[in-house]
């Protein structure tokens, strides 16, 4: 018999709510034996929705109900004031009382970074959580950290991003040991702030697989497998790839239609476009986790779709099945012992 | 009669110096009637390659002798010490004399940077230069710095970059109010730190036109002419842009070659592919400018080929005509009397 991951979902988070997620969810537990869900929200909608899915295996399928839904654009502090029974929020008890083994949330990332951090607290060792993500990189995948949390970081920081960066990589990619840069201006050691270079001090001191100082076409480039950085260069960098992309599509489907050759020549590549755009599909990277908490917890984009939803709910059941957040601690633990043995 | 303007060229930088140089900066007299260039470097070698060039108007062409030459790898501060005699020092000593009214170097950044501010200094008002380019973006180009002389940064300094980068927008592509904004991880005012919110308030009350904070993809959106940020996350986010396209284009390549129909799919489509490589080849966007200098200082990539090249001296002379450091010091009295009023 297969060891079920329970996963508490937000089914009522991001742009379009139930609508999507019920659907995505239903389609995930015929493909994912090991998945079983606890869909967190407006009782009767879910149930009529759930309804509407054809055959369900509906002992692997809860709902839970909650009365309250948080606002994309609502101010964390008040979600957490007067939110007590959202669906976001009981998603996240479910998860500090040991019934869901992660959860999922395509809801206000603010309140859903404050409400979880209230609610799970962080791992010992931990000063801050991060925002954790796969970018696509060539051949394969980077992992970077942080996209937006802490817009300013301690060296200390970025070391426990190193080692958080370190867990998530390995787990979700299956590496023996994720090469670790640290994202900096230059890769000679007096380039960038005093903070990076403390931080690179540190990393080199340490167990993790260290390469060094990387600059930003490392993120893509395949060199590294961790990219650490703090939230406020991470965030802009992440947009700053979101902006490119979407320019030269855009650039792209006007030169397509300059002329009727140009057409042609469009219609005639686009196996080629469409293997471009799956490389960058954002759909393929949804699902950032919320590294450093005692739990699970995955962001989806507000505005995903039923794939890019499911994709985030498989990274919540590989980090489940791994134990990320064990994980995490485990290595904490051991360079906490390396560092006072030195 | 055109008014002539002076480049004085550091023809000795660079990966290739003089080879590309040379040919480079003839081509561009024949174009240029208001253009006329004193060679520094090797006066012989440079001599001879001159000979080599065909017809020119030696009337506007002077080899002004140079013995050294700083070496792309070479600390700063060793080529400041140790090599006042290069072809790097002489061509900025030529700006500050007077004798020429900007300089082009495709030599080490470190030590053009260190050397051009030993020998111009920066003007009244300024604290540190900075680095800006244009970047390709939706419908044109936007402007940003600083792209990596200053790790960290002040909000006094941002607001003098947000000065800097209004007069070279401004010039270089003739726009009335260039429209800045303040790179941070959300447009709200409580986002980012505590210096880029004191930017955004000394923004606010300043007389350019400020739209606010912006993020990551507004780089190349179109939403904005000027980009204002420090060094470190302008670099990084510069060299992210550079990383994407590099991907991008090689798994291009790959898919392209992926059998004969892909093959075939991609020769139709050529001109789309030539018409994206063109809206983002680094060659169009060479030609960084050292700004917040009492003087013209260009600074043009070290691989650049002849094209390339060209586009960093034409952009000296953009800048030498409109007279960019008079204009930047006329923006900075206003903004003080400005500030001195409120």
Known sequence: MTQLSVIAIDAMGGDKGAEVIVPAVSGMLLQEPGLSVMLVGAEQQLTALLAEQGSLDRDRIEVVPATQVVAM???????????????????????????????????????????????LKTLPGIDRPAIISAIPAKGGHTHMLDLGANAEC???????????????????????????????????????????????????????????????????????????????????????????????????????????????????????????????????????????????VIKSHGGADAVAFQNAVRTALVEAQKGVPTQIGELLEKQAILEQAN
């Open 154 to 296: 301690s060296a200390r920081q970025l070391m426990q991003f190193a080692i958080m960066g370190t867990v998530v990589a390995a787990d979700i990619h299956d590496l023996e040991r994720p090469r670790v840069g640290l994202l900096n201006i230059g890769t000679e050691e007096i380039k960038g702030n005093e903070t990076i270079r403390l931080a690179g001090q540190m990393l080199t001191g340490s167990d993790l697989n260290y390469i060094g100082f990387v600059e930003g076409y490392d993120i893509m480039s395949g060199r590294v497998d961790v990219v650490v950085t703090d939230g406020f260069t991470g965030n802009v960098s992440l947009k700053t790839m979101e902006g490119l992309a979407r320019m030269l599509f855009e650039t792209a489907r006007e030169e397509s239609r300059a002329s009727w050759f140009r057409r042609a020549g469009a219609l005639a590549a686009a196996p080629i476009f469409r293997a471009l755009g799956r490389r960058l599909d954002p759909r393929r990277y949804n699902g950032a986790s919320l590294v450093g908490l005692n739990g699970i």
């Open 73 to 119: 654009d609502e101010p964390p502090a008040d979600a957490m004031r007067k939110k007590k029974d959202s669906s976001m929020r009981v998603a996240l008890d479910l998860v500090r009382s040991g019934r869901a083994d992660a959860c999922v949330s395509a809801g206000n990332t603010g309140a859903l970074m404050a409400t979880a951090r209230y609610v």
